[in-house]
């Protein structure tokens, strides 16, 4: 394929040359699983990048302080999986591409890593396996502890460095005339969330090309923040009237400290705890609580659970006290709240068998 | 996305073609190669020889050795413009390329002495053989193989390009052999943006049901069972309307996912050797009263033969369901058993889906499958109109055997790598912020109304398959 993409750069040129630019407007949202303090198997890092965009030359993002870092994997370890989205300019085409995270020996990535980093040495170095159709393009990610005034932005810094899509590739562009567009990679086992909650703060920052020349422009750096609440507390407390043989619901919805309003709590029930089915669901007033009652049927002991999700979300305040201008020129463009899905403990409503009657 | 490969048998053979180079009226040299029986006088008719896409005449020289020197044919086959060591540009069987085989026929006609002469090509090559037909070249008999009738809906049915096919065809021969019309189709073809070029070089290179009831021609055509590029409807458009003498053999040979199994030559070619003694030297061999012809697949060495197009049966079934699809990689997989069997798909399937809250998902691609089968049996694509609606997606018309009791899925995508990431037939993703929220599908299978191909053991599955020598 990547012959025949080779074979219409040509034609791609032209109807690509010479198109206006709009400013650049980034995203970046990370996310874990499960979402819990000193915990989480996952972490999911997720950067969207416009098709308007000027092409991206670095990406930054740090890992705030507090995090527990693993980066000990031997080399050729699968670590996540990626899943990218990219613009080919040479076809035209959007192309969907999906691979593994694979830990590399940071000594064989030391000229690459001295390009990105400015350093040869990484303490860690992640590849992205980029496939579409067979052909695989390998994304190095450069995993560094900050030192000096970094530290400011975060523990852990994640660099990844993309050739510009806007440049021929023999003159060092990207190979099909790739625009990556949007990037969710997953890692597992690598970050231990902080043991104290609130709202985490990762910051990105991304440095565009100026345009067609394939040099980077530092006055063009931008911030785009992505927070994740921790933790997120799905209060449940079931209540049984026997009067009325009816039950109530009751309690709140927090993330990172915040109530959450308006949110769809699920409610599941059955009286054997691993036979939960959803029956019904209720949504958060302004501040966080919910209650919602109902007849219980059977009426048995019996297990409730509410489970909640929230998708990826523009956060309106994120982007107060920007990193400086000497940081990022371009100002802070961005501020997500991450995706979650949870599901609270399962809790058990004690139902008093009911009173026989004798007839005498 | 792999090419259609011939397989041949590396048997000596006396008929040894010789290289040979052919100057066109505008001044372009052809390579070709001409092989004569074995004695050379004995030649009492022969066949123009039309290779596919990104090959060179080498590639149908085993034809003229093994099948049609051995049965008395003189054969020529030469590099298509823009292809091996000929000059000129590529043109995807336009009308220069008619001209070529136009003069081409008229020195193979004056070599040989005679003007009983046939013409067989494969895929591309199958469409010169058509161009030419058409435009008047008078062949006595041909065998257009794997090929088109309409290249607009073979490449880009209901409108949504097969865009990693095209792109991976448009591959084999490189952009500077390109005729500039075809370069400027290319794009606005593997994008679906913009059809109406492609469109213009599809009609002036495909041949329609009148053109097809005018052609007199006795014709053989072969086409692959199980082939997502040239499907079996291709085939079928032309068995129906040609005017003249006609057979269709429905091969395992065929461009991806087709098997392909070398032991299909002899019965393959042996066919279109029968084709050409009937109507190039008069033999009656009884060919003409073949119709319909069924290889069976996997091939064991058995055809089912019909009186004409083979009659089906429809299944219907519905696969419920509401399924949120976002971004590039999104899908919906849908799966459903059914009943009775074994079937064999044969005809028009058709998906239906009901969708709703389209932001930026215009188009859905489906892919059916036999479940824990990577080989997908068929796909289709069809553009979105609106937030809301019904999108009716006519999946390619495949020969495929359904194993009784196995279940079908059904992957709703907005390209085929959601059902593999092998399946690079349509790569053309939408955005990552797209998404579709899909109802109900309904998939309207069409079978033959009894199946005939059936389960090979391993060990008589291998000894079919069996591999003595490959060409591309």
Redesign the interface.
């Known amino acids: 394929m990547k012959n025949v993409i080779a074979a219409l750069t040509a034609v791609a040129a032209l109807a690509f040359a010479g198109g206006a630019l709009a400013a650049n407007t980034g995203t970046l949202s990370v996310s874990h699983d499960p979402t819990v303090l000193a915990g989480s198997k996952s972490t999911t890092i997720h950067v969207s990048l416009p098709q308007a965009d000027q092409p991206i030359a670095a990406i930054s993002i740090y890992a705030p302080s507090g995090y527990q870092t693993t980066l000990s994997q031997a080399a050729g370890t699968t670590i996540g999986t990626v899943d990218a989205t990219a613009f080919s300019h040479t076809a035209g085409l959007v192309l969907p591409l999906s691979g593994n995270v694979v830990t590399a020996d940071p000594a064989s990535f030391a000229d690459k890593s001295a390009q990105c980093t400015g350093s040869p040495t990484s303490a860690a170095v992640w590849v992205l396996n980029l496939s579409v159709a067979g052909q695989t393009i390998q994304l190095p990610v450069y995993v560094n502890p900050t030192a000096g005034p970094e530290q400011a932005l975060g523990a852990e810094k994640i660099s990844v460095c993309l050739p510009p899509w806007d440049v021929p590739e023999s003159l060092g562009g990207a190979a099909q005339g790739a625009q990556v567009l949007d990037v969710r990679f997953t890692v597992n086992g690598i970050f231990t969330t902080p043991t104290s909650g609130g709202l985490l703060e990762w910051d990105g920052l991304f440095t565009p090309y100026t345009p067609g020349t394939g040099k980077p422009n530092p006055t063009g750096t931008f911030e785009a923040r992505g927070f994740v609440p921790l933790p997120v507390v799905l209060g449940l407390r079931p209540t049984y009237f026997s009067k009325s043989n009816t039950f109530r619901l009751s309690g709140k919805l927090t993330e990172g400290g915040l109530a959450l309003p308006s949110l769809t709590v699920h409610i599941s029930r059955g009286i054997k705890p691993t036979r939960l089915t959803q029956q019904s669901s209720t949504r958060s007033k302004a501040d966080g609580t919910y209650r919602t009652a109902g007849h219980l049927h059977p009426r048995k002991t019996t297990y409730f659970r509410i489970n909640a999700s929230m998708p990826e979300h523009d956060f309106a305040a994120g982007c107060q006290n920007p990193a400086p201008a000497t940081v990022a020129p371009a100002g802070c463009v961005s501020a997500k709240l991450s995706a979650w899905s949870v599901k609270s403990a399962v809790l058990k409503l004690n139902v008093p068998a009911a009173k026989k009657h004798h007839e005498k | 996305?792999a090419a259609l490969a011939l397989v041949w048998s590396a048997s000596a053979n006396a008929a040894t073609p010789q290289q040979l180079t052919l100057t066109m009226s505008d001044g372009a040299q052809l390579a070709c190669s001409l092989t004569l029986p074995d004695p050379p006088a004995t030649a009492t008719a022969g066949v123009m020889l039309f290779h596919g896409l990104g090959g060179r005449h080498q590639d149908m020289e085993p034809i003229a050795t093994q099948f049609l020197a051995p049965a008395g044919y003189a054969a020529l086959a030469c590099d298509a413009r823009g292809h091996g060591v000929s000059q000129g540009q590529f043109g995807l069987d336009g009308p220069r390329d008619v001209a070529d085989t136009r003069e081409l026929y008229d020195w193979f006609a004056t070599r040989i002495g005679t003007q009983q002469i046939g013409a067989l090509g494969i895929s591309l090559g199958g469409g010169a053989v058509w161009n030419a037909v058409e435009a008047g070249v008078p062949f006595k008999a041909v065998v257009p193989i794997i090929t088109w009738t309409n290249l607009l809906t073979a490449l880009a049915p209901q409108g949504l390009s097969k865009?990693?096919l095209v792109?991976?065809?448009?591959?084999l021969v490189?952009?500077s052999r390109w005729d500039p019309q075809l370069?400027?189709a290319?794009?606005g073809l593997?994008?679906s943006?913009d059809l109406s070029q492609a469109a213009a070089l599809s009609a002036a290179r495909s041949v329609t049901t009148a053109e097809l009831r005018a052609i007199r021609t006795p014709t053989l055509l072969v086409q692959g069972r199980h082939d997502f590029l040239f499907d079996v409807d291709q085939a079928l458009a032309a068995y129906r309307s040609l005017g003249g003498p006609k057979a269709l053999y429905l091969s395992d040979v065929g461009h991806t996912p087709a098997p392909n199994p070398p032991a299909e030559q002899p019965s393959l070619y042996g066919m279109a050797v029968k084709w050409f003694d009937r109507f190039l030297k008069g033999t009656q061999n009884g060919i003409d009263r073949t119709k319909v012809v069924l290889a069976h697949d996997p091939w064991d060495g058995k055809t089912t033969a019909y009186t004409g197009i083979p009659q089906t049966k429809r299944v219907t079934v519905n696969l419920p369901g509401s399924t949120t699809v976002a971004?590039?990689?999104g899908k919906a997989v849908r799966s459903v058993r059914i009943t009775g069997g074994p079937h064999e798909t044969f005809g028009d399937s058709t998906v239906t889906v009901r969708y709703s809250n389209a932001k930026s998902f215009d188009h859905l691609v489906a892919v059916l499958a036999v479940q824990g089968t990577a080989t997908p049996i068929s796909a289709g694509g069809t553009k979105l109109k609106g937030a809301s609606g019904t999108a009716t997606i006519r999946l390619m018309d495949e020969a495929v055997r359904v194993p009784a009791g196995k279940k079908l899925v059904l992957y709703l995508s907005?390209?085929s790598?959601a059902q593999s990431?092998?399946n690079?037939l349509y790569?053309?993703?939408?955005?990552?912020?797209a998404s579709v929220t899909l109802g109900k599908a309904t998939l309207k299978l069409s079978v033959l109304k009894k199946a005939v191909s059936r389960r090979l053991a391993a060990r008589a599955l291998r000894s079919s398959l069996a591999t003595k020598g490959q060409t591309e």
Request: overall charge negative; glycine content about 10%; charged content about 5%.
């Open positions: 996305m865009s990693g792109q991976y065809l448009a591959g490189p952009t370069l400027a290319s794009q593997t994008t943006a971004g590039a990689t907005s390209t790598l990431p092998s690079a790569i053309s993703a939408v955005q990552p912020d």
